[in-house]
Structure formats: structure tokens, C-alpha cells
């Protein structure tokens, strides 16, 4: 059985940056794949960021490519998604999702997430 615990989020102005964290435990995959979901009150969950613990490809939401980067710790069994020049509209909850299979937006197709973590962008 797979944890997964977000840390890192809070309250921002726009243009600022936030670093959320996602720590992994129990049982690994190798060839897993993390992703970052976020979800608004009264919208349904989106796609945010993807990649393999392996490494090789990264998916990114049209939204937010160019200001969020997801970035692996290996060693400590954490990603991570950086975000930079936040605006309101990021304001969500943010969730890592897992799935031991290739790439996907698909959110139905992740199978553990954590509790996510909240992050509130002002204008």
C-alpha cells in the first residue's frame, strides 16, 4: 500500500512562487508515474503536471506550462511541483496522484492520491 502526503501549500500573492512537496511511502514503483492534480470549489479535478520516476517525458496543463515545474527526490521518495508567477486562478487544492503505468491527464487513471494541500493565490 502506497501514502501519499502533499506538503507546502498556503496563501501567495499573484506573482509570487510556492514549492509543494509530495512524500511517497510503503510500496514503490520503479516505473510509476506521479502526477499533480488540482481541484477549485465547485469545478472538477485538472490535470496539472506529470512525469515517470524514471524520468524521460513531463506533461504540463496549457495553464500552467512555462510557471510550474515537477521535479523528482529519489532518494527521499518526494516530488515536487514548483510554481512560479501564481495568479488567482490557481487557487485550488492540490493533490499527487500515483498510477504504475505510463504517462496520462486522465485523472480516472491514477489509482492513489494523497489529502492534498491547499493553495490560495490573492490578486
Known amino acids: 500500500q502506497v501514502q501519499l502526503v502533499e506538503s507546502g501549500g498556503g496563501l501567495v500573492q499573484a506573482g509570487g512562487s510556492l514549492r509543494l512537496s509530495c512524500a511517497a511511502s510503503?510500496?514503490?514503483?520503479?516505473?510509476?508515474?506521479m502526477g499533480w492534480f488540482r481541484q477549485a470549489p465547485g469545478k472538477e479535478r485538472e490535470f496539472v503536471a506529470a512525469?515517470?520516476?524514471?524520468?524521460?517525458?513531463?506533461y504540463y496543463a496549457d495553464s500552467v506550462k512555462g510557471r510550474f515545474t515537477i521535479s523528482r527526490d529519489n532518494a527521499k521518495n518526494t516530488v515536487y511541483l514548483h510554481m512560479n508567477s501564481l495568479k488567482p486562478e490557481d487557487t485550488a487544492g492540490y493533490y499527487c496522484?500515483?498510477?504504475?503505468?505510463?504517462?496520462?491527464?486522465?485523472?480516472?487513471?491514477?489509482?492513489?492520491w494523497g489529502q492534498g494541500s491547499p493553495v490560495v493565490v490573492g490578486s
Open positions: 496522484e500515483l498510477r504504475a503505468g505510463s504517462l496520462t491527464r486522465n485523472a480516472q487513471e491514477y489509482h492513489c
Open positions: 512525469n515517470r520516476w524514471s524520468g524521460g517525458s513531463t
Open positions: 510503503g510500496r514503490t514503483f520503479s516505473s510509476a508515474t
